[in-house]
Structures are given as C-alpha cells and as structure tokens.
C-alpha cells in the first residue's frame, strides 16, 4: 500500500519523490510533507485503501467461504484494513477460525514469521500462503 500512497501522491503534486519508508509513514500519520509544510493527506489514504481492500475481499472471499482452513491475517495492512477486513471475516467465520495477529506485533510479523509460529504450536502444514497485496503490506496465511 505504501507504494501505491507514493505513486498516487507523486501524481497529484508532479516532483514529489518519496521513498518507500516516508510513503509507509504517511499510511501510519495521515500526513505528508510538501514544499515544507505537514499537510493532511487522509483523502489519498482512502483512496489507496479502498481501492486495495476492494481487491483483497474480491480474493479473500473464496478463501473465506470454504471454511476449511485456518486463516491468519498479519502485516501493517493488516492494521490499515482492521475495520474492513473483521467486518467480512465476520459475517463469514467463526472467531474460532481466524486469528488477526495482535496490533503491536502485526507491522514487524511479516508471513515467514507467520508461518514458523503457525508449525511450532500446531504441526499443520499449511496449504498455502497468500500474499493478497502486491507490496505485502497485508498477508494471509492459509493453514490446512
């Protein structure tokens, strides 16, 4: 997501440059930097949020619907779509089967991390990992 906020805001104020780290920074703060001064940028991240969380629920759906698998969801999109992503978990899950890996560990547990804490306690392979965002800001890991 972090790179789409970049290119989104690099369209919209020609000259910009921001580097990976700042665009994930103005994902986190709601603001960017221009010509010196903070200015709120809450319409860009929207925009960026709703478009990729339309593309994850079109492919999360299916996944959801099976109801086969253990499903976890990490990563610091995993945070910025909260909201959204336990709204549709909700109406197809049981809280039993999916597991939003707590806020303060989310951003740093990226799905290697994922996948090693999901063979310690339980010995499940898992069938399938699923990196639903293309700059896996947001993973989901499939557990069989």
């Keep these: 997501m972090a790179r789409a906020v970049r290119e989104t805001i690099r369209a919209r104020y020609p000259g910009m440059q921001l580097s990976d780290a700042q665009a994930q920074q103005v994902?986190?703060?709601?603001?960017?930097?221009?010509?010196?001064?903070?200015?709120?940028?809450?319409?860009?991240?929207?925009e960026v949020i709703n478009a990729r969380s339309q593309n994850?629920?079109?492919?999360?759906?299916?996944?959801?619907?099976e109801r086969q698998s253990f499903v976890m969801f990490t990563g610091g999109g995993s945070l910025l779509l909260s909201h959204s992503?336990?709204?549709?978990?909700?109406?197809?899950?049981?809280?039993?089967?999916?597991l939003?890996?707590?806020?303060?560990?989310?951003?740093?547990?990226?799905?290697?991390?994922?996948?090693?804490?999901a063979q310690a306690p339980s010995g499940n392979a898992i069938?399938?990992?699923?990196?639903?965002?293309?700059?896996?800001?947001?993973?989901?890991?499939?557990?069989?």
């Design 56 to 65: 994850l629920f079109t492919q999360l759906l299916p996944l959801l619907q």
């Design 127 to 144: 069938s399938m990992i699923f990196d639903i965002i293309a700059d896996g800001a947001t993973f989901c890991l499939i557990l069989a």
């Design 85 to 98: 992503l336990r709204r549709l978990v909700s109406t197809k899950r049981s809280l039993h089967s999916v």
């Design 27 to 46: 994902l986190t703060s709601g603001a960017v930097t221009i010509e010196g001064r903070r200015v709120r940028a809450d319409e860009v991240v929207a």
């Design 100 to 117: 939003f890996v707590p806020d303060e560990f989310a951003p740093v547990l990226n799905a290697i991390g994922g996948y090693v804490m």
